[in-house]
Protein backbone atom coordinates (compact mmCIF):
# COMPACT_ATOMS: atom_id res chain seq x y z
CA UNK A 1 0.00 0.00 0.00
CA UNK A 2 0.98 3.53 -0.76
CA UNK A 3 -0.50 7.01 0.55
CA UNK A 4 -0.80 9.72 -1.21
CA UNK A 5 -0.90 13.36 0.35
CA UNK A 6 -1.71 16.08 -2.08
CA UNK A 7 -1.78 19.61 -1.66
CA UNK A 8 -2.11 22.55 -3.47
CA UNK A 9 -1.84 26.35 -3.63
CA UNK A 10 -1.89 29.55 -6.09
CA UNK A 11 1.77 30.27 -5.02
CA UNK A 12 3.77 29.25 -2.39
CA UNK A 13 3.21 32.03 0.00
CA UNK A 14 -0.39 32.16 -0.60
CA UNK A 15 -1.49 28.45 1.45
CA UNK A 16 -3.33 25.66 1.14
CA UNK A 17 -6.73 25.48 0.02
CA UNK A 18 -8.65 22.58 2.53
CA UNK A 19 -10.86 21.86 -0.39
CA UNK A 20 -7.53 21.00 -2.83
CA UNK A 21 -6.05 18.46 0.00
CA UNK A 22 -6.78 15.03 -0.43
CA UNK A 23 -5.15 11.23 1.35
CA UNK A 24 -5.73 8.08 -0.26
CA UNK A 25 -4.32 4.72 0.57
CA UNK A 26 -4.29 2.64 -3.05
CA UNK A 27 -3.54 -1.22 -2.80
CA UNK A 28 -1.92 -2.74 -6.10
CA UNK A 29 -3.80 -2.81 -9.13
CA UNK A 30 -6.74 -1.22 -7.17
CA UNK A 31 -8.86 0.59 -9.86
CA UNK A 32 -10.04 4.20 -8.14
CA UNK A 33 -12.31 6.16 -11.07
CA UNK A 34 -11.48 9.46 -12.33
CA UNK A 35 -14.29 11.83 -12.66
CA UNK A 36 -13.60 11.27 -16.29
CA UNK A 37 -14.59 7.59 -16.07
CA UNK A 38 -17.38 7.99 -13.98
CA UNK A 39 -18.72 10.63 -16.32
CA UNK A 40 -18.03 8.56 -19.36
CA UNK A 41 -19.29 4.89 -17.68
CA UNK A 42 -22.23 5.83 -16.30
CA UNK A 43 -23.67 5.31 -19.68
CA UNK A 44 -24.45 2.03 -20.72
CA UNK A 45 -23.90 3.00 -24.62
CA UNK A 46 -20.63 4.23 -24.15
CA UNK A 47 -19.43 0.94 -23.08
CA UNK A 48 -17.60 -1.36 -25.91
CA UNK A 49 -15.83 -3.71 -23.98
CA UNK A 50 -16.29 -6.49 -21.03
CA UNK A 51 -14.04 -4.33 -19.27
CA UNK A 52 -16.09 -1.25 -19.92
CA UNK A 53 -19.59 -3.21 -18.56
CA UNK A 54 -17.88 -4.18 -15.77
CA UNK A 55 -16.50 -0.38 -14.63
CA UNK A 56 -20.03 0.68 -15.12
CA UNK A 57 -21.83 -1.63 -12.80
CA UNK A 58 -18.83 -0.88 -10.71
CA UNK A 59 -19.78 2.65 -10.96
CA UNK A 60 -23.06 2.34 -10.76
CA UNK A 61 -22.75 0.42 -6.57
CA UNK A 62 -20.21 3.06 -5.85
CA UNK A 63 -23.00 5.73 -6.66
CA UNK A 64 -25.80 3.80 -4.70
CA UNK A 65 -23.52 2.88 -1.74
CA UNK A 66 -21.74 6.35 -1.74
CA UNK A 67 -18.06 4.62 -0.33
CA UNK A 68 -16.07 6.96 -3.19
CA UNK A 69 -13.11 7.83 -1.35
CA UNK A 70 -11.30 9.81 -4.13
CA UNK A 71 -11.62 12.42 -5.73
CA UNK A 72 -8.63 14.32 -7.83
CA UNK A 73 -6.28 11.48 -7.25
CA UNK A 74 -7.37 7.64 -9.62
CA UNK A 75 -5.39 5.39 -10.92
CA UNK A 76 -4.85 3.66 -14.33
CA UNK A 77 -4.51 -0.49 -14.25
CA UNK A 78 -2.72 -2.97 -16.28
CA UNK A 79 -5.73 -3.68 -17.75
CA UNK A 80 -6.70 -0.11 -18.89
CA UNK A 81 -5.71 1.10 -22.09
CA UNK A 82 -3.86 3.89 -20.79
CA UNK A 83 0.33 4.50 -21.91
CA UNK A 84 2.24 7.42 -20.86
CA UNK A 85 4.03 8.82 -24.24
CA UNK A 86 6.03 10.46 -22.25
CA UNK A 87 7.62 7.75 -20.69
CA UNK A 88 8.64 5.39 -23.57
CA UNK A 89 9.06 8.07 -26.41
CA UNK A 90 12.43 10.08 -26.92
CA UNK A 91 12.51 12.59 -29.51
CA UNK A 92 15.89 12.70 -31.82
CA UNK A 93 15.90 16.25 -32.31
CA UNK A 94 15.06 19.81 -30.46
CA UNK A 95 12.17 20.50 -32.58
CA UNK A 96 8.48 21.08 -31.28
CA UNK A 97 6.83 19.58 -33.86
CA UNK A 98 8.43 16.45 -33.22
CA UNK A 99 5.71 13.59 -32.98
CA UNK A 100 6.83 9.94 -31.91
CA UNK A 101 6.96 7.21 -34.76
CA UNK A 102 4.67 4.23 -35.01
CA UNK A 103 7.19 2.22 -33.78
CA UNK A 104 7.67 3.94 -30.56
CA UNK A 105 4.11 4.17 -30.18
CA UNK A 106 2.93 0.34 -30.55
CA UNK A 107 6.47 -0.34 -28.29
CA UNK A 108 4.96 1.88 -25.50
CA UNK A 109 2.10 0.02 -25.47
CA UNK A 110 3.62 -3.76 -25.73
CA UNK A 111 6.05 -3.27 -23.15
CA UNK A 112 3.62 -3.14 -20.60
CA UNK A 113 0.74 -5.72 -21.90
CA UNK A 114 0.70 -9.11 -19.66
CA UNK A 115 1.91 -12.23 -21.58
CA UNK A 116 -1.36 -14.43 -21.82
CA UNK A 117 -0.89 -18.25 -21.55
CA UNK A 118 -1.61 -19.83 -24.62
CA UNK A 119 -3.75 -23.43 -24.03
CA UNK A 120 -2.23 -25.71 -25.57
CA UNK A 121 -3.60 -29.42 -26.69
CA UNK A 122 -0.52 -31.49 -26.16
CA UNK A 123 2.38 -29.95 -27.81
CA UNK A 124 1.07 -28.33 -30.33
CA UNK A 125 -0.55 -24.81 -29.61
CA UNK A 126 -4.00 -24.00 -30.92
CA UNK A 127 -2.75 -20.99 -32.67
CA UNK A 128 -1.22 -20.62 -35.94
CA UNK A 129 2.64 -21.25 -35.27
CA UNK A 130 4.21 -19.93 -38.98
CA UNK A 131 1.95 -17.49 -40.99
CA UNK A 132 3.31 -18.32 -44.48
CA UNK A 133 0.89 -15.20 -46.35
CA UNK A 134 1.83 -12.32 -43.79
CA UNK A 135 0.11 -9.03 -44.98
CA UNK A 136 1.86 -5.73 -44.51
CA UNK A 137 -0.64 -4.80 -42.05
CA UNK A 138 -0.22 -8.78 -40.00
CA UNK A 139 3.79 -7.57 -40.77
CA UNK A 140 3.41 -3.61 -39.69
CA UNK A 141 1.27 -4.60 -36.16
CA UNK A 142 3.37 -7.59 -35.02
CA UNK A 143 7.24 -5.97 -35.58
CA UNK A 144 7.74 -5.11 -31.69
CA UNK A 145 8.75 -6.86 -29.00
CA UNK A 146 6.49 -8.46 -26.35
CA UNK A 147 8.18 -7.80 -22.62
CA UNK A 148 5.40 -9.32 -20.17
CA UNK A 149 5.38 -6.09 -17.69
CA UNK A 150 2.85 -5.18 -15.50
CA UNK A 151 2.43 -1.15 -15.06
CA UNK A 152 0.26 1.10 -12.73
CA UNK A 153 -0.15 4.49 -12.63
CA UNK A 154 -1.51 6.68 -10.36
CA UNK A 155 -2.85 10.14 -11.58
CA UNK A 156 -3.68 13.42 -10.54
CA UNK A 157 -6.73 15.40 -11.77
CA UNK A 158 -4.70 19.08 -11.04
CA UNK A 159 -7.53 20.89 -12.40
CA UNK A 160 -9.53 23.87 -10.82
CA UNK A 161 -12.05 22.80 -8.10
CA UNK A 162 -15.37 22.04 -9.68
CA UNK A 163 -13.91 21.48 -12.78
CA UNK A 164 -13.07 17.93 -12.66
CA UNK A 165 -12.91 15.29 -15.19
CA UNK A 166 -11.14 16.95 -18.39
CA UNK A 167 -8.74 14.76 -19.53
CA UNK A 168 -5.98 17.38 -20.13
CA UNK A 169 -5.58 18.38 -16.47
CA UNK A 170 -4.52 14.32 -15.92
CA UNK A 171 -0.64 14.42 -14.60
CA UNK A 172 1.27 11.57 -13.82
CA UNK A 173 2.03 11.04 -10.31
CA UNK A 174 3.54 7.75 -9.77
CA UNK A 175 4.49 4.68 -11.80
CA UNK A 176 4.56 1.18 -10.39
CA UNK A 177 5.97 -1.55 -12.53
CA UNK A 178 6.57 -5.38 -12.10
CA UNK A 179 8.11 -7.40 -14.69
CA UNK A 180 8.14 -11.08 -15.37
CA UNK A 181 11.33 -11.95 -13.37
CA UNK A 182 9.60 -10.29 -10.16
CA UNK A 183 11.33 -6.91 -10.07
CA UNK A 184 9.59 -3.94 -8.60
CA UNK A 185 10.15 -0.13 -9.51
CA UNK A 186 8.44 2.36 -8.34
CA UNK A 187 8.85 5.41 -10.21
CA UNK A 188 9.46 8.08 -8.38
CA UNK A 189 10.77 7.04 -4.93
CA UNK A 190 9.15 6.92 -2.00
CA UNK A 191 9.16 10.39 -0.14
CA UNK A 192 10.42 9.02 3.29
CA UNK A 193 12.72 12.36 4.91
CA UNK A 194 12.65 14.17 1.28
CA UNK A 195 10.47 16.99 0.53
CA UNK A 196 7.59 17.00 -1.37
CA UNK A 197 7.20 16.68 -4.82
CA UNK A 198 6.54 19.18 -7.09
CA UNK A 199 3.61 19.82 -10.14
CA UNK A 200 3.93 22.95 -11.66
CA UNK A 201 0.42 23.04 -14.12
CA UNK A 202 0.31 24.43 -17.80
CA UNK A 203 -1.96 27.78 -18.64
CA UNK A 204 -2.69 31.21 -17.96
CA UNK A 205 -3.57 29.96 -14.28
CA UNK A 206 -0.06 28.11 -13.12
CA UNK A 207 -0.71 26.72 -9.77
CA UNK A 208 1.98 24.67 -7.85
CA UNK A 209 1.05 21.32 -6.85
CA UNK A 210 2.84 19.12 -3.63
CA UNK A 211 2.72 15.74 -2.97
CA UNK A 212 4.22 13.14 -1.25
CA UNK A 213 4.25 9.00 -1.38
CA UNK A 214 4.99 6.66 1.56
CA UNK A 215 5.06 3.10 1.96
CA UNK A 216 2.37 2.17 4.74
CA UNK A 217 2.31 -1.51 3.51
CA UNK A 218 2.32 -3.36 6.71
CA UNK A 219 5.46 -5.32 7.63
CA UNK A 220 4.99 -9.37 8.01
CA UNK A 221 5.26 -11.27 10.52
CA UNK A 222 8.71 -13.55 10.92
CA UNK A 223 6.76 -16.69 10.75
CA UNK A 224 5.01 -15.39 7.72
CA UNK A 225 8.27 -15.17 5.99
CA UNK A 226 9.37 -18.30 7.23
CA UNK A 227 6.41 -19.97 5.76
CA UNK A 228 7.13 -18.04 2.54
CA UNK A 229 10.29 -19.07 2.21
CA UNK A 230 9.05 -22.80 3.07
CA UNK A 231 6.58 -22.71 0.46
CA UNK A 232 9.28 -21.12 -2.56
CA UNK A 233 11.67 -23.87 -0.98
CA UNK A 234 9.46 -26.47 -1.84
CA UNK A 235 7.94 -24.96 -5.07
CA UNK A 236 11.70 -25.14 -6.41
CA UNK A 237 12.12 -28.61 -5.16
CA UNK A 238 8.77 -29.81 -6.99
CA UNK A 239 10.51 -28.06 -10.23
CA UNK A 240 13.75 -29.80 -10.40
CA UNK A 241 12.14 -32.91 -9.43
CA UNK A 242 9.59 -32.08 -12.53
CA UNK A 243 13.08 -31.17 -14.47
CA UNK A 244 14.42 -34.76 -13.06
CA UNK A 245 12.07 -36.61 -14.64
CA UNK A 246 11.95 -34.78 -17.99
CA UNK A 247 15.84 -35.47 -18.63
CA UNK A 248 16.15 -38.67 -16.93
CA UNK A 249 19.01 -39.98 -14.64
CA UNK A 250 20.43 -42.75 -16.72
CA UNK A 251 22.48 -41.99 -19.29
CA UNK A 252 23.75 -44.30 -21.67
CA UNK A 253 27.85 -45.33 -20.77
CA UNK A 254 30.00 -46.73 -23.07
CA UNK A 255 30.64 -50.57 -22.25
CA UNK A 256 34.32 -51.76 -20.81
CA UNK A 257 37.28 -50.67 -22.34
CA UNK A 258 36.02 -48.32 -25.18
CA UNK A 259 36.86 -44.43 -24.91
CA UNK A 260 33.79 -42.33 -26.55
CA UNK A 261 34.99 -38.87 -28.54
CA UNK A 262 32.65 -36.60 -29.21
CA UNK A 263 33.94 -33.65 -31.55
CA UNK A 264 31.88 -30.59 -32.27
CA UNK A 265 33.83 -28.36 -34.49
CA UNK A 266 33.54 -24.95 -36.57
CA UNK A 267 36.12 -24.10 -39.39
CA UNK A 268 36.28 -20.44 -38.69
CA UNK A 269 38.26 -18.94 -41.29
CA UNK A 270 41.51 -19.01 -43.90
CA UNK A 271 43.55 -16.15 -44.94
CA UNK A 272 46.28 -15.09 -46.94
CA UNK A 273 45.69 -16.95 -50.21
CA UNK A 274 46.63 -15.58 -53.88
CA UNK A 275 42.75 -15.87 -55.04
CA UNK A 276 39.02 -15.45 -53.94
CA UNK A 277 36.20 -17.45 -53.46
CA UNK A 278 37.41 -20.27 -51.44
CA UNK A 279 35.50 -22.97 -50.65
CA UNK A 280 37.37 -26.28 -48.01
CA UNK A 281 37.46 -29.72 -48.67
CA UNK A 282 37.71 -31.92 -45.67
CA UNK A 283 38.39 -35.51 -44.40
CA UNK A 284 38.71 -37.12 -40.93
CA UNK A 285 41.41 -40.07 -40.90
CA UNK A 286 40.62 -42.82 -38.00
CA UNK A 287 43.94 -44.81 -37.00
CA UNK A 288 44.03 -48.23 -35.85
CA UNK A 289 41.34 -49.64 -33.53
CA UNK A 290 39.23 -46.60 -33.62
CA UNK A 291 35.59 -46.83 -35.18
CA UNK A 292 33.05 -44.41 -36.01
CA UNK A 293 28.32 -45.16 -36.38
CA UNK A 294 27.87 -46.44 -39.52
CA UNK A 295 25.80 -43.07 -40.55
CA UNK A 296 29.12 -40.90 -39.67
CA UNK A 297 30.39 -39.38 -42.49
CA UNK A 298 34.10 -38.24 -42.31
CA UNK A 299 34.37 -35.78 -45.23
CA UNK A 300 32.55 -32.46 -46.30
CA UNK A 301 33.12 -29.10 -48.54
CA UNK A 302 32.32 -25.74 -47.30
CA UNK A 303 30.76 -23.06 -48.71
CA UNK A 304 32.49 -20.79 -51.41
CA UNK A 305 32.95 -17.76 -49.45
CA UNK A 306 34.75 -14.24 -51.20
CA UNK A 307 37.29 -12.88 -48.97
CA UNK A 308 37.58 -9.17 -47.70
CA UNK A 309 40.51 -7.30 -46.37
CA UNK A 310 41.47 -7.05 -42.63
CA UNK A 311 45.24 -6.23 -41.59
CA UNK A 312 46.28 -6.04 -45.42
CA UNK A 313 45.24 -9.46 -45.84
CA UNK A 314 42.87 -11.03 -47.51
CA UNK A 315 40.33 -13.06 -45.10
CA UNK A 316 37.59 -15.20 -46.11
CA UNK A 317 34.96 -16.46 -42.85
CA UNK A 318 33.38 -19.90 -43.55
CA UNK A 319 31.69 -20.21 -40.35
CA UNK A 320 31.37 -24.21 -41.46
CA UNK A 321 30.26 -26.62 -38.88
CA UNK A 322 31.14 -29.99 -38.37
CA UNK A 323 30.92 -32.38 -35.97
CA UNK A 324 32.53 -36.09 -35.12
CA UNK A 325 31.54 -39.32 -33.27
CA UNK A 326 34.29 -42.06 -32.51
CA UNK A 327 34.96 -44.75 -30.89
CA UNK A 328 38.21 -46.20 -29.52
CA UNK A 329 38.23 -49.98 -28.59
CA UNK A 330 40.92 -51.84 -26.56
CA UNK A 331 39.93 -55.17 -27.25
CA UNK A 332 42.65 -57.21 -29.77
CA UNK A 333 44.79 -54.49 -29.07
CA UNK A 334 48.25 -56.04 -28.40
CA UNK A 335 49.97 -55.20 -24.95
CA UNK A 336 51.82 -51.94 -24.31
CA UNK A 337 50.21 -50.82 -27.92
CA UNK A 338 49.44 -46.83 -27.95
CA UNK A 339 46.88 -45.60 -29.61
CA UNK A 340 47.05 -42.51 -32.73
CA UNK A 341 44.92 -40.21 -32.52
CA UNK A 342 42.70 -39.37 -35.30
CA UNK A 343 43.76 -36.42 -37.90
CA UNK A 344 42.06 -33.50 -39.91
CA UNK A 345 43.16 -33.45 -43.26
CA UNK A 346 41.88 -30.62 -45.55
CA UNK A 347 42.28 -28.60 -48.63
CA UNK A 348 41.73 -25.41 -49.59
CA UNK A 349 40.43 -24.11 -53.48
CA UNK A 350 39.31 -21.75 -55.38
CA UNK A 351 37.19 -20.55 -58.39
CA UNK A 352 36.92 -18.10 -60.55
CA UNK A 353 34.18 -16.00 -62.53
CA UNK A 354 35.71 -18.26 -65.51
CA UNK A 355 35.47 -21.62 -63.71
CA UNK A 356 39.01 -22.04 -63.19
CA UNK A 357 39.87 -24.02 -59.89
CA UNK A 358 43.06 -23.84 -58.11
CA UNK A 359 44.09 -25.40 -55.64
CA UNK A 360 45.87 -22.58 -52.80
CA UNK A 361 46.69 -25.48 -49.78
CA UNK A 362 46.97 -28.21 -48.14
CA UNK A 363 47.20 -29.00 -44.24
CA UNK A 364 46.00 -31.15 -41.14
CA UNK A 365 45.37 -30.95 -37.57
CA UNK A 366 45.36 -33.45 -35.07
CA UNK A 367 42.29 -34.07 -32.86
CA UNK A 368 42.93 -32.25 -29.60
CA UNK A 369 43.61 -35.43 -27.00
CA UNK A 370 42.25 -33.82 -24.24
CA UNK A 371 38.46 -32.46 -23.51
CA UNK A 372 38.04 -28.75 -24.13
CA UNK A 373 37.53 -26.09 -26.34
CA UNK A 374 40.32 -24.89 -28.81
CA UNK A 375 40.91 -22.51 -31.65
CA UNK A 376 43.93 -23.27 -33.77
CA UNK A 377 45.53 -22.39 -36.67
CA UNK A 378 47.55 -24.28 -39.75
CA UNK A 379 49.95 -23.08 -41.70
CA UNK A 380 49.03 -24.71 -45.56
CA UNK A 381 51.29 -25.13 -48.73
CA UNK A 382 50.84 -26.54 -52.00
CA UNK A 383 53.19 -28.17 -54.54
CA UNK A 384 54.81 -26.38 -57.33
CA UNK A 385 57.46 -27.26 -60.23
CA UNK A 386 59.85 -25.40 -61.33
CA UNK A 387 59.76 -22.81 -64.37
CA UNK A 388 57.03 -20.39 -65.12
CA UNK A 389 54.84 -22.69 -67.36
CA UNK A 390 53.02 -24.17 -64.55
CA UNK A 391 52.25 -20.79 -62.81
CA UNK A 392 50.92 -19.32 -66.50
CA UNK A 393 49.14 -22.30 -66.81
CA UNK A 394 47.89 -21.47 -63.36
CA UNK A 395 46.80 -18.32 -64.07
CA UNK A 396 45.30 -18.75 -67.32
CA UNK A 397 43.62 -21.74 -67.35
CA UNK A 398 43.62 -22.60 -63.97
CA UNK A 399 44.38 -26.22 -62.29
CA UNK A 400 47.72 -27.00 -60.58
CA UNK A 401 49.38 -30.21 -59.09
CA UNK A 402 47.36 -31.74 -56.97
CA UNK A 403 47.89 -34.82 -54.41
CA UNK A 404 46.21 -38.04 -55.25
CA UNK A 405 46.33 -39.04 -51.46
CA UNK A 406 45.70 -36.20 -49.00
CA UNK A 407 47.11 -38.17 -46.25
CA UNK A 408 50.77 -37.36 -48.02
CA UNK A 409 50.41 -34.21 -45.98
CA UNK A 410 51.79 -36.04 -43.03
CA UNK A 411 52.08 -39.87 -43.52
CA UNK A 412 50.31 -42.00 -46.29
CA UNK A 413 48.08 -44.10 -45.40
CA UNK A 414 49.47 -46.89 -47.54
CA UNK A 415 52.83 -46.62 -46.01
CA UNK A 416 54.57 -49.08 -43.94
CA UNK A 417 58.19 -48.61 -44.57
CA UNK A 418 60.60 -47.15 -41.67
CA UNK A 419 61.33 -44.29 -43.91
CA UNK A 420 59.70 -42.02 -46.27
CA UNK A 421 61.59 -39.69 -48.54
CA UNK A 422 60.48 -36.67 -49.90
CA UNK A 423 63.63 -35.45 -51.95
CA UNK A 424 62.86 -33.43 -55.22
CA UNK A 425 59.04 -32.73 -53.73
CA UNK A 426 58.85 -28.88 -54.23
CA UNK A 427 56.29 -26.41 -52.11
CA UNK A 428 55.21 -23.18 -51.52
CA UNK A 429 54.16 -21.76 -48.35
CA UNK A 430 50.27 -19.92 -48.92
CA UNK A 431 47.72 -19.27 -46.08
CA UNK A 432 46.49 -20.22 -43.13
CA UNK A 433 42.81 -21.58 -41.52
CA UNK A 434 41.75 -21.57 -38.59
CA UNK A 435 39.66 -24.31 -36.83
CA UNK A 436 37.90 -24.62 -33.65
CA UNK A 437 37.45 -27.61 -31.99
CA UNK A 438 34.81 -28.80 -28.55
CA UNK A 439 35.98 -32.09 -27.41
CA UNK A 440 34.50 -34.03 -25.00
CA UNK A 441 35.63 -37.51 -23.85
CA UNK A 442 33.38 -40.41 -22.42
CA UNK A 443 34.48 -43.49 -20.72
CA UNK A 444 33.60 -45.61 -18.17
CA UNK A 445 37.03 -45.80 -16.29
CA UNK A 446 36.33 -41.93 -15.74
CA UNK A 447 34.15 -42.60 -13.25
CA UNK A 448 36.54 -44.83 -10.68
CA UNK A 449 39.63 -42.32 -9.51
CA UNK A 450 41.29 -45.45 -7.47
CA UNK A 451 42.36 -46.63 -10.67
CA UNK A 452 45.09 -43.90 -10.91
CA UNK A 453 46.62 -45.99 -7.90
CA UNK A 454 46.65 -49.04 -9.95
CA UNK A 455 49.04 -50.44 -12.91
CA UNK A 456 47.12 -50.80 -15.98
CA UNK A 457 47.29 -52.60 -19.02
CA UNK A 458 45.97 -50.85 -21.63
CA UNK A 459 45.95 -46.65 -22.40
CA UNK A 460 42.22 -46.56 -21.58
CA UNK A 461 42.80 -47.73 -18.15
CA UNK A 462 45.39 -45.42 -17.74
CA UNK A 463 43.75 -42.41 -19.34
CA UNK A 464 40.60 -43.01 -16.77
CA UNK A 465 42.64 -42.94 -13.84
CA UNK A 466 44.64 -39.76 -14.04
CA UNK A 467 42.57 -37.31 -12.77
CA UNK A 468 44.30 -34.30 -14.06
CA UNK A 469 44.45 -35.70 -17.62
CA UNK A 470 47.99 -34.98 -19.57
CA UNK A 471 48.34 -34.81 -22.67
CA UNK A 472 49.13 -38.42 -24.25
CA UNK A 473 50.76 -37.20 -27.30
CA UNK A 474 53.39 -35.11 -25.52
CA UNK A 475 54.20 -38.08 -22.98
CA UNK A 476 54.70 -40.51 -26.13
CA UNK A 477 56.62 -38.42 -27.99
CA UNK A 478 58.77 -37.14 -25.03
CA UNK A 479 59.48 -41.51 -24.55
CA UNK A 480 60.17 -41.73 -27.79
CA UNK A 481 62.93 -38.89 -27.73
CA UNK A 482 64.17 -40.36 -24.74
CA UNK A 483 64.41 -43.97 -25.84
CA UNK A 484 66.08 -42.56 -28.86
CA UNK A 485 68.58 -40.82 -26.61
CA UNK A 486 69.13 -44.20 -24.61
CA UNK A 487 69.90 -46.31 -27.62
CA UNK A 488 72.15 -43.44 -28.98
CA UNK A 489 74.10 -43.29 -25.72
CA UNK A 490 74.60 -47.14 -26.00
CA UNK A 491 76.12 -47.32 -29.29
CA UNK A 492 78.36 -44.25 -28.78
CA UNK A 493 79.10 -45.80 -25.21
CA UNK A 494 80.02 -49.53 -27.20
CA UNK A 495 82.19 -47.93 -29.40
CA UNK A 496 84.40 -46.19 -26.88
CA UNK A 497 84.72 -49.25 -25.07
CA UNK A 498 85.86 -51.27 -28.21
CA UNK A 499 88.53 -48.43 -29.03
CA UNK A 500 89.87 -48.12 -25.11
CA UNK A 501 90.12 -51.97 -25.50
CA UNK A 502 91.86 -52.11 -28.92
CA UNK A 503 94.86 -49.14 -27.34
CA UNK A 504 95.75 -50.99 -24.26
CA UNK A 505 96.41 -54.52 -25.41
CA UNK A 506 99.94 -53.54 -26.72
CA UNK A 507 101.09 -51.71 -24.03
CA UNK A 508 99.92 -54.83 -21.63
CA UNK A 509 102.11 -57.27 -23.79
CA UNK A 510 105.05 -54.95 -23.80
CA UNK A 511 105.03 -54.70 -19.98
Same mark, same amino acid.
Not at 44 to 50: I, V
Not at 199 to 216: M, Q
Not at 389 to 409: C, H, K, N, P, W
Not at 472 to 481: D, H, P, Y
Given at each position: ????????????????????????????????????????????????????????????????????????????????????????????????????????????????????????????????IITWEPTEEFVRNNHVLNNPMQTMYIMGDLGPYGKLGQRENEYILCTIKVDNNGVFSIKPDF???????????????????????????????????????????????????????????????????????????? !??????? *?????????? %? #? @?? $???????????????????????????????????????????????????????????????????????????????????????????????? !??????? *?????????? %? #? @?? $???????????????????????????????????????????????????????????????????????????????????????????????????????????
Amino acid at each position: MTTFDTSTSEGETTGYRTDDQEEVVVSWQEKLFSQFEIDLFKNEHACQSPLDLQYHNEILRLEEAEERKNFRIFTYTDFDRYTSMKEYSQTLTTSTMETPSYLAERMSHVRRRRQERRIKEGNIPRSRIITWEPTEEFVRNNHVLNNPMQTMYIMGDLGPYGKLGQRENEYILCTIKVDNNGVFSIKPDFSCIKPAYRIETEGEKRDLWLYTINNVSVRAEQEEQDREKNLFKDLYNRHKEYLNTLVGEEFETPPLGVLQLFVNGE !IVSAQGY *EYDNLYIQFF %L #E @LP $DYWFCPPKQQLSGVTQTCSTKVEDREYVAYFSFPFNFEMTLRSENQPEGFLPQWPVLYFGVHSCDFWQRYRIEGYGYIRIPDNPGSYTMTCQTWRP !ILPGTSA *EMRRFFVGGS %L #E @LE $DMTYIRTPSTFKGERLSRFGFRTESTGTVTIKFHCMQQCRAFLNSSMARKRSKNVLDHMGGLAHQASLQSVLSAFGRAQQRMHEARESLSKDLLHTTTFLEPASAAL
